[in-house]
Protein backbone atom coordinates (compact mmCIF):
# COMPACT_ATOMS: atom_id res chain seq x y z
CA UNK A 1 0.00 0.00 0.00
CA UNK A 2 2.56 2.83 0.71
CA UNK A 3 4.45 1.87 -2.52
CA UNK A 4 1.06 2.42 -4.42
CA UNK A 5 -1.27 4.02 -2.40
CA UNK A 6 -3.57 5.41 -4.69
CA UNK A 7 -6.79 2.67 -5.42
CA UNK A 8 -8.44 4.34 -8.49
CA UNK A 9 -9.41 7.92 -7.98
CA UNK A 10 -8.96 7.69 -4.47
CA UNK A 11 -6.17 6.89 -1.86
CA UNK A 12 -5.77 4.69 1.09
CA UNK A 13 -6.47 5.90 4.84
CA UNK A 14 -3.17 5.98 7.28
CA UNK A 15 -4.49 6.05 10.57
CA UNK A 16 -2.31 7.88 13.12
CA UNK A 17 -2.84 7.72 16.95
CA UNK A 18 -0.24 9.09 19.53
CA UNK A 19 -0.27 10.95 22.46
CA UNK A 20 2.08 13.66 20.80
CA UNK A 21 -0.24 15.98 18.70
CA UNK A 22 3.16 17.33 17.12
CA UNK A 23 4.26 14.54 16.00
CA UNK A 24 1.64 13.49 14.62
CA UNK A 25 0.83 16.70 12.76
CA UNK A 26 4.26 15.90 11.02
CA UNK A 27 3.54 11.89 10.06
CA UNK A 28 0.26 13.29 8.74
CA UNK A 29 1.71 15.61 6.93
CA UNK A 30 4.28 13.01 5.41
CA UNK A 31 1.31 10.58 5.05
CA UNK A 32 -0.41 12.89 2.48
CA UNK A 33 2.92 13.74 0.73
CA UNK A 34 3.24 10.67 -0.17
CA UNK A 35 -0.57 9.97 -1.29
CA UNK A 36 -2.06 8.80 1.74
CA UNK A 37 -5.64 10.35 3.28
CA UNK A 38 -4.45 10.75 7.06
CA UNK A 39 -7.32 10.39 9.68
CA UNK A 40 -6.26 11.29 13.58
CA UNK A 41 -8.47 8.01 15.75
CA UNK A 42 -7.03 9.89 19.01
CA UNK A 43 -4.77 8.96 21.40
CA UNK A 44 -2.19 5.85 21.68
CA UNK A 45 -5.02 4.12 23.90
CA UNK A 46 -6.82 3.91 20.92
CA UNK A 47 -4.60 1.93 18.46
CA UNK A 48 -4.83 -1.36 19.98
CA UNK A 49 -8.71 -0.98 18.87
CA UNK A 50 -7.93 0.68 15.78
CA UNK A 51 -5.42 -2.47 15.16
CA UNK A 52 -7.91 -5.31 15.99
CA UNK A 53 -11.24 -3.72 13.95
CA UNK A 54 -8.48 -3.97 10.97
CA UNK A 55 -7.14 -6.97 11.54
CA UNK A 56 -10.55 -8.67 12.11
CA UNK A 57 -11.98 -6.48 8.57
CA UNK A 58 -8.59 -7.80 6.64
CA UNK A 59 -8.59 -11.59 7.94
CA UNK A 60 -12.27 -11.32 6.31
CA UNK A 61 -11.95 -9.74 2.91
CA UNK A 62 -8.20 -11.22 2.53
CA UNK A 63 -8.94 -14.26 0.93
CA UNK A 64 -11.43 -12.69 -1.62
CA UNK A 65 -9.07 -9.37 -2.62
CA UNK A 66 -5.65 -11.24 -1.53
CA UNK A 67 -3.32 -8.42 -0.75
CA UNK A 68 -4.43 -5.75 -3.62
CA UNK A 69 -6.73 -3.51 -1.10
CA UNK A 70 -6.78 -1.07 1.32
CA UNK A 71 -9.35 0.79 3.41
CA UNK A 72 -10.76 4.69 3.02
CA UNK A 73 -12.38 6.59 5.21
CA UNK A 74 -15.52 8.57 3.74
CA UNK A 75 -16.47 12.23 4.92
CA UNK A 76 -19.16 14.00 4.39
CA UNK A 77 -18.36 18.31 3.99
CA UNK A 78 -20.04 19.74 7.41
CA UNK A 79 -22.17 21.89 5.31
Known amino acids: MLAEPQ???VNA???????????????GRLSAEIGLDPVDVGDSANMEKIE??????????????GRNFSLRILRRDPS
Not at 13 to 23: E, K, Q
Not at 52 to 64: K, V
Open 7 to 9: FGS
Open 13 to 27: TAFLSGDDASAKEIV
Open 52 to 65: NAIGSLWGILSPQF
